[in-house]
């Protein structure tokens, strides 16, 4: 197999066939393809949001067909056998970071004013994108402190006092005060962590400025507290931790912070020691993506419907109505009516191509309608990116009448956020 630069033996695109790959794989490295498609991408999986609901199995890392080998819904890299799997964004890391920003509603992109940017490692890109973007929305409100007791005696009260330490000094002729009192520092295990995460990722990044500047003076706090090259603290240290509400989402970011820390970022996978990686699920954020253009877009309520809240099964019981079968978690409802058990919008968001001749899978046409019936939606949408190709049949005829007072459409939505808004606010008004 060819060698390119940085020593990935084979880089390809997502949701690209083998006859689009830039690079073939040879004859001989089949079984090395085989062996990645038998991986279970969930081992190399990094978190991009909060996901609360109940899902499909992972899709595998690589699928094969008639057409040969085919890239799906992951970006990032797999270590593997001593060669190297890159799965680049085709739509670039840019586009993946701006959608990061929109979920987590924060800035994720570089200061890179008055500077080229610099084009490092996808995996490092990305994880210096998803860690920007965990501590830019951790630290919206404040910085993690740790509440720290501290007992001390003297001739004055500092706190409260402790009577019953006071009364064992008195008894024994001590005329000194013993009090307790409580504080909250920034010098705790949660913020070493971070530092040390830091030192890692700028170590690894070409442009001085990749943090922006907000993190820029964050971590001038934070390295004043814990120092610039803390001891990286346990696992167990950061489970002991404590969060007030407003600090709660720290607890995540020192969970990332320690995996780049400890290298156990590229190096997690607990099966082989000579297979490691990192991926990232593109489709989970494109879902992430629309339903953050729809809380833009629609004054109506949104509902993240991925979620246990809002299961509806697909066939009930007549004799016993407590029991069904067949889970359904459309991505996104919108206006719920409690009064007709009913939804006006389902959105259902779908990376991967909507453009002839492949159009609509026949599993997401079937799963759409669906939807539709199971609840009550007077409109439902399956909400494609737009990539390259022509428009597809199903967009172009689009709405279509489902036989019950109800519309199926089938969108190429913009990949950028403003964009985006528009456009599904132009669906809704039916222009």
């Known amino acids: 197999m060819k ?31 085989r062996s990645i498609a038998r991986l279970k991408p969930e081992q190399f999986l990094l978190d991009v949001g909060d996901r609360n609901g ?25 270590h593997h056998q001593g060669r190297t799997l890159q799965i680049r964004p085709r739509l670039g890391i840019e586009t993946v970071a701006q959608w990061i920003s929109a979920i987590h509603n924060v800035h994720v992109l570089p200061d890179v004013a008055g500077g080229s940017r610099s084009y490092q490692p996808l995996v490092i890109q990305l994880t ?29 009260v500092r706190g409260k006092l402790d009577v019953a330490a006071t009364g064992k000094l008195r008894a024994a002729g001590d005329p000194e005060l013993v009090s307790n009192s409580t504080f909250r520092t920034l010098d705790n295990s949660t913020n070493a962590v971070v530092v040390a995460a830091d030192r890692v990722i700028n170590s690894r990044m070409g442009s001085p400025r990749w943090r922006g500047p907000r993190i820029e003076d964050q971590l001038i706090v934070l390295k004043r507290a814990v120092g610039s090259n803390p001891q990286l603290p346990s696992r167990g240290e950061l489970k002991r931790a404590r969060y007030s509400p407003l600090e709660v989402k720290w607890r995540k970011t020192a969970e990332l912070s320690h995996m780049i820390a400890s290298n156990r970022l590229l190096r997690h996978n607990a099966e082989a020691s000579d297979t490691y990686g990192l991926l990232i699920d593109v489709a989970e954020l494109w879902e992430r993506f629309v339903l953050h ?49 009913s939804y006006r919008c389902i959105i259902d968001a779908k990376y991967k191509p ?19 019936q199971a609840f009550n939606a007077q409109r439902s949408l399956l909400a494609y990116p737009v990539l390259d190709g022509d428009t597809a049949f199903a967009q172009r005829f689009s709405p279509w009448d ?23 606010q132009a669906w809704d008004s039916g222009a």
């Open 128 to 156: 210096a994108a998803l860690w920007r973007a965990s501590i830019l929305d951790a630290g919206r409100h404040t910085l993690a402190r740790e509440k720290v007791k501290r007992k001390s005696a003297g001739l004055r």
């Open 3 to 33: 060698m390119v630069e940085d020593c990935i033996h084979l880089s390809i695109p997502d949701l690209t066939s083998e006859s689009a790959w830039p690079n073939q794989p040879l004859p001989e490295d089949q079984q090395w393809l």
């Open 402 to 424: 489902t036989g019950a007072d109800a519309e199926i459409s089938f969108l190429r939505l913009p990949i950028e956020q403003t964009e985006c808004v528009a456009a599904l």
């Open 354 to 372: 909507l453009t002839q001749p492949r159009g609509v899978d026949r599993e997401d046409l079937y799963q759409i309608h669906a939807y539709s």
């Open 54 to 78: 109940a899902g499909a199995d992972p899709a595998p890392i690589l699928d094969v067909d008639l057409n040969g080998w085919r890239a799906g819904r992951y970006i990032g890299e797999i």
């Open 293 to 341: 253009c729809a809380s833009e877009a629609f004054e109506a309520p949104v509902i993240h419907g991925t979620s246990t809240t809002v299961e509806h099964r697909l066939l009930s019981s007549v004799a016993h109505p407590d029991r069904g079968m067949g889970r359904l978690y459309p991505d996104i409802l919108i206006n719920p009516s409690t009064e007709t058990n």
